[in-house]
């Protein structure tokens, strides 16, 4: 039975050790963006149902026509992967003493899975938001993650955790495992 930790993070407790949910955070653009790009690509499906429908003659600008279809459809899966990442995303933590797995999930279907020893993870800590390049009084609000380094390489998870979540999740992580040097 999953218990609510902080925040969107879900706790579950298991045979030896814990399952953490992470949801996705929606970015701000959301709102904006998605349904910019649904009548965007309504638009274009109109202009390109025309021209594939009726008769056309063999010359380069009927190629470029479908190479412009070709962009076309690669956008059309991408927004569509982008959008099923932001809405049903989540990231989940499986904590069993022996090993950390870190598995990236859309529709509850893992996409990325990552497992690690526990005795080489060290130093796990939150890394805070990061400022807009471009707008420096502005936080972006998905570029916080949790940190731990493994054989020499940095790996992160938990992208737009908030502070509080980060401390409730490292704490109950630390209460399974003492990993070492790992702070706050």
Known sequence: MSEKLEGRVT???????IRIAIPVRRGPFLAIYAPLVIF????????????????HPEDINFDLQKIAIGVYAVGFIYFVCWLAWTTTGETVVI????????QSRVFGFPVVSSTFHT?????IRFVPHKRIATQRSIINPTSSCIRFEVNKRSESFAKGVTEEEARA???????????PRSWF
């Open 11 to 17: 706790l579950e407790n298991t045979d030896r050790g």
């Open 40 to 55: 965007w690509l309504g638009l274009a499906t109109v202009r390109y149902w025309n021209l594939l429908a009726g008769p």
């Open 119 to 123: 005795s080489q993870i060290h130093r």
């Open 95 to 102: 904590l069993d003493p022996p090993k950390v797995k870190i």
């Open 169 to 179: 999740l490292i704490d109950r992580m630390l209460l399974v495992y003492e990993f």
